[in-house]
Every structure is written in C-alpha cells, then in structure tokens.
T-cell receptor, first 116, second 110 residues
Framework: DVKVTQSSRYLVKRTGEKVFLECVQDMDHENMFWYRQDPGLGLRLIYFSYDVKMKEKGDIPEGYSVSREKKERFSLILESASTNQTSMYLC???????????????FGAGSRLTVL | GESVGLHLPTLSVQEGDNSIINCAYSNSASDYFIWYKQESGKGPQFIIDIRSNMDKRQGQRVTVLLNKTVKHLSLQIAATQPGDSAVYFCAENGNNRLAFGKGNQVVVIP
C-alpha cells in the first residue's frame, strides 16, 4: 500500500561525491516536493515540481538540483555533496493545480543521508 | 518572515489521558491547516486538517481547534495510547505552499 517510495533509506557518501535521491509516486499526482528535515529546524522545502520537466526553487535550493522527466518520478541531485547536507530527505506529492499548496501532502518514508 | 511554531518541545502523557498539542501561526492569510504525525523511522502521516472557515473539526480520537483571533491551532488526542508516541507537526498553507512547525514530541507513559 506504499504510495510514495524513496529508493534509498540510508546512504553514506563522501564529500564531493554526486548523490541521487529517487522518489516515485503511484497516485498520479501532479505535484512533487523535496524537503530536508533537521532537528530544531523542522521541514524545509528544497525544490518542488508541478508538472513534468517543470521545477521551482523552494526555501533552500542551494547545492541541490532536481529532475522530473516523468510524472511519477522526482529526483533530487547533490552535485557535490558536503557535510552540511547530512540530513533526512523527504519526498512528498499532492494533487491539484492552481493553489497547489492547498492539498494534503503524502510523504515517503525518508532517505537518511550521511556525508563524511 | 512569517512562520509556524509549536509551544512545547516535549509532552509526556499517561496512557489513557488526553493530549493537547499547541501550535501558533503568524500568517493571518493562511486558510488551511494540517496536523501530521511522524513516528520514528517513518515519514510524516496526515492526521487531520481544517480550513479557516471552521473552528473545530473532529476525527477518530482527534480534534483540531482553530482560533483565528489569536492565531492558534491545537490538536487534542483522546485516550492517548502507546501508538500515539510520535512527533506531531502543524502546517499552514500560506503563500501557495505549506509551512511546517518544528515539531513536538509526544511520549506516552504506560
């Protein structure tokens, strides 16, 4: 019954490595989101996408990029990982156009990334 | 900038008692609010939502109250159970995106 799947639950990477975090949703949702979650800071929006090949910056896009080649898949890319990108990464999706934030987000289980 | 926040970082509750989790928001333009529950090792899960034209909404064992006058949101959990131990987030929908509070840990004491 899993609806938002993040391919990696735990990753350990070295500084400077390129990192791909993959997310797939099976609900035919238009909108997909990437957040990072850090103690004391809550969830912060990195990037989101409301259509295939479309992307918009969230609140903390620096050091990240995204790719949405298919409606069901939204990838987060760290071109050159740094230690301050050690975090829990959460993918989410929702439906709707127009006021896109108006609908409930469904989250994946998260990907915990450690950068050494 | 405007943000969502929670008053208490940790709430310890005796099993069977009622829990109340509070959240203050500052964006008076927000018209939609959501409570999420996040258990250890899992992503946040939707609990209940409320729109700004309501002041109360009930679900199964949960009630959300919205006081727009003081920009306050609360989640009440009736007859708290061990499975309710989790971090609870409020979120507000303003400026065309969800803004999340930092989270409030609820610990249920058996």
């Amino acid at each position: 019954d899993v609806k938002v799947t993040q391919s990696s639950r735990y990753l350990v990477k070295r500084t400077g490595e390129k990192v791909f975090l993959e997310c797939v949703q099976d609900m035919d949702h238009e909108n997909m989101f990437w957040y990072r979650q850090d103690p004391g800071l809550g969830l912060r929006l990195i990037y989101f996408s409301y259509d295939v090949k479309m992307k918009e910056k969230g609140d903390i896009p620096e050091g990240y990029s995204v790719s949405r080649e298919k409606k069901e898949r939204f990838s987060l890319i760290l071109e050159s990982a740094s230690t301050n990108q050690t975090s829990m990464y959460l993918c989410a999706s929702n439906t709707g156009t127009g006021f896109r934030g108006a609908n409930v987000l469904t989250f994946g289980a998260g990907s915990r990334l450690t950068v050494l | 900038g405007e943000s969502v926040g929670l008053h208490l970082p940790t709430l310890s509750v005796q099993e069977g008692d009622n829990s109340i989790i509070n959240c203050a928001y500052s964006n008076s333009a927000s018209d939609y609010f959501i409570w999420y529950k996040q258990e250890s090792g899992k992503g946040p899960q939707f609990i209940i939502d409320i729109r700004s034209n309501m002041d109360k909404r009930q679900g199964q064992r949960v009630t959300v109250l919205l006081n727009k006058t003081v920009k306050h949101l609360s989640l009440q959990i009736a007859a708290t159970q061990p499975g309710d131990s989790a971090v609870y987030f409020c979120a507000e929908n303003g400026n065309n995106r969800l803004a999340f509070g930092k989270g409030n840990q609820v610990v249920v004491i058996p």
